[in-house]
């Protein structure tokens, strides 16, 4: 048979949209299926790939994307979505869940802290991606396509990187403009059941690059959040549980998990912190502090300090007010300019 090149071509077409909504075309087929897909990712550097699970109920409800892994260190968020993913059948899904397991392979890989080894970029400051930049652009240009855009709730899990010591919290932005949007990402956090709640400040323009993943989802109108817990490079078995015991919540409160055994009837109180301030390393040196996450603070007290390398005390670090350290830089080396502490209040 003979194939007239105007076919050839839009099968070519055809074929490149496919593989461009690989998440779609999966989440179209009909009944209740999970499916395990890689959405490969060539460049001229080096190919890697971004791995995705679907998990579709029979009956029709929303879209929940759980992403882990975006800091390839971060453990906690890593291991607790691994439990879910052999805990959670289609039987027991209404609508369609869509997670990431590991969204910076590479880094997860090599153990590399904040960036990823193929081109030094930090994936949580490159949304909304692109389809031909470098492999980081090009992994958040495919969650921003691929998962992002079919979400109704877009949930991106954290926790302290290598060299964060962190307090467990789940956050949101306080998008004015899109006050439904928000006031389901704060009732979505209530429901987690992690006692500090953080709201931050959404002042960017449709047009500005979200940087963040779950801030692209919120400029995208998606409900989203993100969960940050765990510390240090290390897993914390009660963060592991911390974090699943809020993701089952939210999926029941969202009507997509239908078995009810992991939660209680319990409603926490939980305490809103919805202004931050980021205290800036003055000075790179070595750096000392007797103070936690979640220990409180006074303003103007001395929270540390920082020494040149011969042990000379070059700068006291002084609170700027009152309120609970979220996280801080939890190991000795710090470069001026990093965030070295960041404390949350309310106001
Ligand atoms: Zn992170």
């Known amino acids: ?6 076919a050839v071509l839009s099968l070519l077409a055809m074929a490149s949209s496919l593989s461009s909504q690989q998440v779609k075309s999966v989440m179209n087929n009909e009944g209740r ?18 791995p995705v699970t679907i998990i579709k109920g029979k009956e ?36 369609t869940l869509i997670i990431i397991p590991i969204a910076n392979i590479e880094a997860f890989k090599k153990r590399t802290p904040f960036i ?20 980081t652009e090009q992994i958040a240009h495919l969650i921003t396509k691929e998962v992002i855009s079919n ?9 302290g990187d290598a060299s964060e010591d962190l307090m467990p919290f789940v956050c949101y932005y306080n998008r004015s403009d899109a006050p439904e949007q ?24 449709g047009k500005e690059p ?82 936690k996450s979640g220990d409180t603070v006074k303003k103007n007290q001395t929270l540390g300090f920082i020494t040149d390398e011969f042990g000379t005390r070059k700068q006291d670090i002084i609170a700027p007010a009152d309120g609970i350290i979220l996280y801080k830089i939890g190991t000795p080396p710090v470069n001026q300019g990093e965030t070295l502490f960041c404390i949350g209040y309310n106001q």
């Open 1 to 6: 048979m003979k194939v007239s090149k105007a």
């Open 33 to 50: 299926f999970r499916k395990d897909i890689i959405l490969p990712i060539k460049s001229g550097q080096s190919d890697t790939y971004i």
């Open 60 to 95: 029709k409800g929303p879209v929940f994307s759980i992403v882990a892994g975006i800091h390839g260190y971060e453990y906690p968020p890593v291991i607790a979505v691994q439990e879910l993913l052999r805990e959670i059948s289609p039987e027991s899904v209404r609508g």
């Open 116 to 135: 990823s080894p193929l081109d030094q970029k930090n994936l949580n400051n490159a949304f909304p991606g692109s389809p031909d930049g470098s492999p």
């Open 151 to 159: 979400s109704d709730i877009f949930l991106d899990i954290h926790g």
């Open 182 to 205: 928000t006031a389901s990402a704060y009732e979505l956090s209530v429901q987690s059941q992690i006692p500090y709640v953080v709201s931050y400040p959404y002042t960017i323009t």
């Open 210 to 291: 979200a940087k963040y993943a779950f801030k692209q989802a919120v400029q995208q109108g998606i409900t989203a959040l993100s969960i940050e817990a765990g510390k240090l490079g290390n897993v914390q078995e009660d963060q592991v549980a911390l974090i699943k015991n809020a993701v089952y919540r939210m999926l029941e409160h969202s009507g997509i998990y239908t078995f009810k055994k992991y939660t209680d009837k319990e409603t926490s109180k939980v305490t809103l912190l919805n202004r931050q301030e980021y205290i800036r390393v003055p000075q790179s040196g070595i750096f000392y502090s007797r103070f």
